[in-house]
């Protein structure tokens, strides 16, 4: 099983500021990686997928980059609709698909 | 556009069982993949299985294998995911969502959740 690990678990940030995120994969993945974005009480949301490719509806501000076991979700800058929580998951070995814990960007 | 409607919150006791389903309109979903994936509270995501066509069965991540069972009535486009044997760890939100193709990949979109409560 890959087992994925994001961090930071929280980041203080305010708005108008570049963001990164880290998922980090147990064993390679090689690009097949997506982001997901949840706010409270809502299903979450897919960002981008095969590591660096926009959703439909995602805006420019996210970009997703890496391969192999290090990838990395940059919000060029942050909107206030952004505070949320971000998760990463890996689909190129399966049973099961594995999510990363999670990072949660709140307001500084 | 496919989109994934679930049924209602539940409230069971420990040791019995829930069915939940997940409603798709827009599309077919012999030709994608339906998963199924749950959160407890104040917690983070966590696949429990899904439908995958392109071996025409249901797959099921390890510690689920024994007590969950996913099914499908294509006449009505519903997917179902029955727990079995619960307990208060099975408290969550499970979630159904589509995959983009016939194998599980990234998953878009999500049915809007359904809270399953364990509790005596």
Request: aromatic share 10%.
């Amino acid at each position: 099983e890959r087992v994925m690990t994001q961090f930071p678990a929280t980041l203080s940030v305010s708005p108008g500021e570049r963001v990164t995120l880290s998922c980090r994969a147990s064993q390679t993945v090689n690009r097949n990686l997506a982001w997901y974005q949840q706010k409270p009480g809502q299903a979450p949301r897919l960002l981008i997928y095969a590591a660096s490719t926009r959703a439909t509806g995602t805006p420019a501000r996210f970009s997703g980059s890496g391969s192999g076991t290090e990838f990395t979700l940059t919000i060029s800058s942050l909107q206030s609709d952004d505070f949320a929580v971000y998760y990463c998951q890996q689909y190129s070995d399966w049973p099961p698909l594995t999510f990363g814990g999670g990072t949660k960007i709140e307001l500084k | 556009q496919v989109q994934l409607v679930q049924s209602g919150a539940e409230v069971k006791k420990p040791g019995s069982s829930v069915k939940v389903s997940c409603k798709a309109s827009g599309g077919t979903f012999t030709s994608y993949g339906i998963s199924w994936v749950r959160q407890a509270p104040g917690q983070g995501l966590e696949w429990v299985g899904g439908l995958i066509p392109m071996f025409g069965r249901a797959e099921y991540a390890q510690k689920f294998q024994d007590r969950v069972t996913i099914t499908a009535d294509e006449s009505s486009g519903t997917v179902y995911m029955e727990v079995n044997s619960l307990t208060s760890e099975d408290t969550a939100v499970y979630y159904c969502a589509k995959s983009y193709d016939e194998s599980p990949n990234w998953l878009d979109p999500w049915g809007q959740g359904t809270l399953v409560t364990v509790s005596s």
